[in-house]
């Protein structure tokens, strides 16, 4: 149609996607979350884990996988120390509701431990972590994400996750410092989009089910599977984030996660936690200063593009002119 509008609003993104969810049977405060987070993530050019993201949240919530109306329970377990259970609802919301309660723990001691079990985290970590860093704060996070989906060397079938990872700092006089990836070779998003595209990928990324190298992400995702990034030094980070997302918070292993799901599912109720510092505690006021002399460098030196970078151009871009519409965008309104 050449009348076709080219580009949306990131208020009519997110309350497109607010009434799919809400429709799926979401309450309105679970709805708003998740729909700004997609339209975040799709408005910062991260489109694996933008609007794509949102088939995958309804089919969750049309078959009772996931809940869209529960609460979360947020226990203070020491000083620094939350534990928060979001009774098999999804993660951004139930972090939300603890809000008040990580803030506290920051204001008092200046460390917050989240320990988050019993939720389905189906987006990237950065956008969670970035609210911290605007905060001031310094944030790390790592998930026991979901589906069996690695195999690292040695290893006859899938025994990992994704195990995504993430890392957080605010900047004097500069957006924050923010990224995040998977323990993978490649996210389990970019490959379902390349096989989507009819693409391949690099020799190295996957197997498949015979344990060959493989550049076609059909056979990787199907009976297959992702390498580690890096090798035994991915797997080992992989076994770290297991113990730590899965194990220390009470949440599920990813091979138990992948044995409870029903076939097909999207979102994995999972474990996953945070960390979160104010650097400022104990008279270090010099800590952003420092920050941004040592970025400064890295970009003198030739690093000029660093991480969230180009999401915060994209971000620049969709406020002046509209979020690009892509197929997926287009399908929130059939």
């Known amino acids: 149609m050449t009348n076709e509008p080219d580009c949306i609003s990131f208020d009519d993104l997110v309350s497109a996607i607010e009434t799919k969810i809400t429709a799926a049977g979401a309450s309105s405060a679970v709805a708003k ?5 997609c339209a975040t993530c799709e408005r910062d050019g991260t489109l694996s884990h933008g609007v794509f993201r949102v088939a995958g949240y309804l089919d969750s919530l049309t078959r009772g996988w996931a809940d869209g109306t529960t609460e979360a329970s947020v226990d203070v377990v020491g000083p620094s120390y939350i534990r928060i259970d979001g009774h098999n609802g999804f993660a951004q919301p139930a972090l939300a ?36 860093a605007r905060d001031g704060r310094v944030a790390m996070g790592m998930i026991a994400s979901g589906k069996l989906a690695v ?29 995040d990836f998977s323990t993978s070779s490649m996210s ?52 770290m984030i297991e113990t730590l997302a899965a194990g220390l918070t009470g949440g599920a292993f990813t091979y138990e996660i992948d044995a409870e799901a029903p076939d097909g599912a999207h979102t994995f109720r999972t474990g996953q936690l945070f960390i979160v510092i104010d650097p400022e505690r104990g008279g270090n ?34 406020a002046e002119r509209g979020i690009p519409i892509t197929d997926s965008i287009r399908s929130l309104f059939d």
């Open 151 to 179: 195999v690292p060397e040695g290893a006859t079938c899938p025994v990992f996750s994704t195990n995504p990872f993430g890392f957080a700092t605010p900047v004097a006089d500069a957006d924050p410092i923010v990224f």
């Open 33 to 37: 979350v998740l729909a700004t987070n």
């Open 97 to 132: 509701e603890a809000g008040p309660v990580v803030d506290q723990a920051l204001d008092d001691t200046g460390v917050a431990v989240i320990a988050l079990r019993n939720t389905h985290h189906f987006s990237a970590l950065w956008p969670d972590l970035e609210a911290f």
């Open 188 to 239: 389990h998003g970019d490959l379902q989009l390349l096989r989507a595209e009819g693409r391949e990928v690099a020799v190295g990324t996957g197997v498949d089910s015979t344990g060959a190298d493989t550049t076609d992400p059909n056979a990787i995702l199907d009976g297959g599977g992702i390498r580690p990034v890096g090798g035994h030094k991915g797997a080992l980070l992989s076994f």
């Open 285 to 318: 006021d010099a800590y952003l200063g420092r920050v941004r002399e040592f970025v400064d460098m890295l970009r003198d030196a030739g690093m000029d593009r660093q991480p969230g970078d180009r999401r915060y151009a994209n971000r620049a871009a969709a």
